[in-house]
């Protein structure tokens, strides 16, 4: 069963909560309420999230508070953030929400099918890094295994663990290759374009290493392997 990824709603007004969650249900993920600044970090410290949608004014602490305090924290500076705001006070003001780590700033009111796109692409960014980091730790599990055998002996990768392996870093693949046409069909923000073009390094990477585990290659000693 694929866990769902989950999206962080952050505005002070609950009507407006209420109308994001109206937008975003189709997306069939977990949506993540708060109210405030301080509620939206709270939630951050245990929980791991696809996306941030922000509100700009609030009360108390405003989104570009709120998105200081999160790109200064190492679990969540790479956390994608989308600024909404009711309110447009020209470039400068556009320019102080990109300056403040968002990948995007909508103002409201937005168009809805454009909203659900843009969150969509970053949820799936975010689900095959996920696929990704399983597949990585399962390769390093047999890099480690693999040189070790009974009395200290050596013995090749089992055949069919790398099949498996292969199998499943195949499918990531062919999802993180067609993510990537959509990307440059669409004229996606350059945020999402960029997080696709590393995860595809990372996948080129994963597969350099799996492929150097196949009897007659050199076997794991010689491969190196990103974190």
């Known amino acids: 069963m694929v866990q769902k990824a989950k999206i962080l709603l952050v505005d002070d007004r609950p009507e407006n909560l209420l109308a994001l969650e109206a937008i975003l249900s189709a997306l069939d993920q977990t949506l993540v309420r708060a109210s405030s600044g ?39 500076r790479d ?12 470039p400068h003001h556009t320019f102080r929400g990109y300056a403040a780590g968002a990948v995007d700033y909508i103002s409201k009111p937005f168009d809805p099918w454009v909203l659900r796109a843009k969150v969509s692409v970053f949820v799936e960014l975010y689900m095959k890094n996920c696929q990704l980091r399983e597949q ?55 945020a999402a374009v960029a997080t696709a073009a590393h995860l595809e390094r990372k996948l080129t990477g994963l597969r350099r290493a799996l492929d150097a585990l196949e009897p007659g290659t050199g076997g794991p000693a010689s491969v190196p392997l990103q974190n």
């Open 79 to 90: 956390i994608p953030i989308i600024f909404l705001t009711a309110i447009n006070h020209g």
């Open 38 to 76: 301080e509620e939206a970090l709270k939630a951050l410290l245990t929980d791991d999230f696809a996306v941030i949608l922000l509100d700009v004014q609030m009360p108390g602490m405003d989104g570009f508070e709120t998105a200081a305090h999160i790109k200064r924290r190492e679990r969540t």
């Open 136 to 190: 990585a730790a399962l390769l390093r599990l047999q890099l480690e295994g693999g040189g070790k055998g009974a009395a200290g002996g050596s013995k090749e990768p089992s055949g069919g663990i790398l099949a498996e392996l292969s199998a499943r870093l195949a499918a990531v693949e062919e999802q993180a290759e067609a993510l990537s046409k959509q990307l440059d069909d669409d004229s996606a923000d350059a």
